[in-house]
């Protein structure tokens, strides 16, 4: 499987990384902003996408929705601190399979994943 990670830190991005590097994910490239991550997803198409909220240039909301657009198929869990209710649900109106709130584990992070791909 393949797997896209957005998020404008790079330590957020290696933690990511690190967590599911060794699961099922042979394949698994990281952008900074929701641009470079709709772009990539384009040209990657990965299995599984996650995506933070808050990032330069194009936050993961209006990337969830653009690449929903793209693939209505396609599968992003949403990794944000933004922890408010209604930033949820817009998240999963937009076409997020799910939103796990940050500071993550590395466990959380596996069953968030395993959520979104027995979906």
Not at 29 to 52: H, Q
Not at 59 to 71: C, H, K, S, Y
Not at 72 to 97: F, H, Y
Not at 99 to 106: E, R, W
Request: charged share 25%.
């Amino acid at each position: 499987m393949k797997l896209l990670i957005v998020d404008d830190s790079l330590i957020m991005r290696r933690a990511i990384e690190r967590t599911l590097v060794s699961s099922v994910f042979t394949e698994i490239r990281m952008v900074s902003n929701g641009r470079l991550a709709v772009k990539e997803y384009e040209n990657f198409m990965p299995d599984i996408v996650t995506m933070d909220i808050t990032m330069p240039d194009m936050d993961g909301l209006t990337a969830v929705e653009l690449i929903i657009r793209f693939d209505p198929n396609a599968r992003i869990l949403v990794v944000s601190a933004l922890a408010d209710k209604a930033t949820a649900v817009e998240a999963v109106k937009r076409g997020a399979s799910g939103f796990l709130l940050k500071p993550i584990t590395s466990e959380s992070l596996e069953e968030a994943i395993q959520d979104v791909i027995s979906e």
